[in-house]
Nanobody, 119 residues
């Protein structure tokens, strides 16, 4: 099970760091990423980090502002979010991710964390 935390209310231009903790399995063996969901809208894949060489993927909407990282010793993956915009408001989930020919898929997510960007 994966559980995201670290969300909250932040002003535009602010920063947040989300954490993803795993129970029952070792994150280091999997590609782990983040997606976000806004009610009434399609789920949007945000980022994915491979388990091997640590290669990363970012959606164009967050590229240059968000950074994914992992601390295998703590069995945790992070998403550092800077220069936040109101359109980043969503529930963020961490999940096992994989690359398909059409994009990225996310599976095995747990509880998400709400991020609200507003003045």
């Amino acid at each position: 099970q994966l559980q995201a935390s670290g969300g909250g209310l932040v002003q535009p231009g602010g920063s947040l760091r989300l954490s993803c903790a795993a129970s029952g399995f070792t994150l280091a063996y999997y590609a782990i990423g983040w997606f976000r969901q806004v009610p009434g809208k399609e789920r949007e894949g945000v980022s994915c980090m491979s388990s091997g060489d640590g290669s990363t993927y970012y959606a164009d909407s967050v590229k240059g502002r968000f950074t994914i990282s992992r601390d295998n010793a703590k069995n945790t993956v992070y998403l550092q979010m800077n220069s936040l915009k109101p359109e980043d408001t969503a529930v963020y989930y961490c999940a096992v991710c994989r690359q398909e020919y059409y994009g990225y898929e996310y599976d095995h997510w747990g509880q998400g964390t709400q991020v609200t960007v507003s003045s």
